[in-house]
């Protein structure tokens, strides 16, 4: 157990549609990081937030947003939803802005239809 | 699993032999490395890092080595169980920057 937490396990949902994934962090971990797995893109980084900003933007569409919370819990939004958005999606927490010793939660399988 | 269905290069092993999955990283200004493991149905878990300063770091069963001047990593794994079989990845970070992962290595333990 990483100590990293997200919810739900699974997601089915209709394209058009949004949706929200949730993230807790590992106890004192500031960092959190947010990457899409595809079945051919490979671990994609999204975007990271360390205490409560954002710190680093990757390949994350405008239909997506997230947000870290003064608890520290992360959600990543995700709007419009397009089959091509199915996806696992994981969050990984590190106790620094830097990202080391990063840790990743179980993943959100996404599946739209 | 998640990962099925990447073409990943596949690296099979006899149980009991010694492992070795290579990877090449692409940004000279990378300073940090981690290796992960997932298994089919989890996250990537992280087995070892090594910062640039480092040549060779060694955890149980797991020895990492860094050749900066060919930008190359590998993860040896000796003694190779069948619960070592998942896909291995590594990650490379510069300064100021998010990890960046490579795509993959599927490694299968022939029991």
């Known amino acids: 157990d990483s100590g990293v937490t997200q919810t739900p396990k699974h997601l089915i949902t209709a394209t058009g549609q949004r949706v929200t994934l949730r993230c807790s962090p590992r106890?004192?971990?500031?960092?959190v990081y947010w990457y899409q797995q595809s079945l051919d893109q490979g671990l994609q980084f999204l975007i990271q937030y360390y205490n409560g900003e954002e710190r680093a933007k990757g390949n994350i569409l405008e239909r997506f947003s997230a947000q870290q919370f003064p608890d520290l819990h992360s959600e990543l939004n995700l709007s419009s939803l397009e089959l091509g958005d199915s996806a696992l999606y994981f969050c990984a927490s590190s106790p620094a802005s830097e990202a080391t010793e990063a840790f990743f939660g179980q993943g959100t399988r996404l599946t739209v239809v | 699993g998640e990962s099925v269905g990447l073409h990943l290069p596949t690296l099979s092993v006899q149980e009991g032999d010694n492992s070795i999955i290579n990877c090449a990283y692409s940004?000279?200004?990378?300073?940090?490395f981690i290796w992960y493991k997932q298994e089919s149905g989890k996250g990537p878990q992280f087995i070892i890092d090594?910062?640039?300063?480092?040549d060779k770091r060694q955890g149980q069963r797991v020895t990492v080595l860094l050749n900066k001047t060919v930008k190359h990593l590998s993860l040896q794994i000796a003694a190779t169980q069948p619960g070592d079989s998942a896909v291995y990845f590594c990650a490379e970070r510069a300064r100021n920057t998010p990890l960046v992962f490579g795509k993959g290595t599927r490694l299968s333990v022939i029991a």
């Open positions: 090594i910062r640039s300063n480092m």
């Open positions: 106890s004192g971990d500031l960092s």
């Open positions: 940004n000279s200004a990378s300073d940090y």
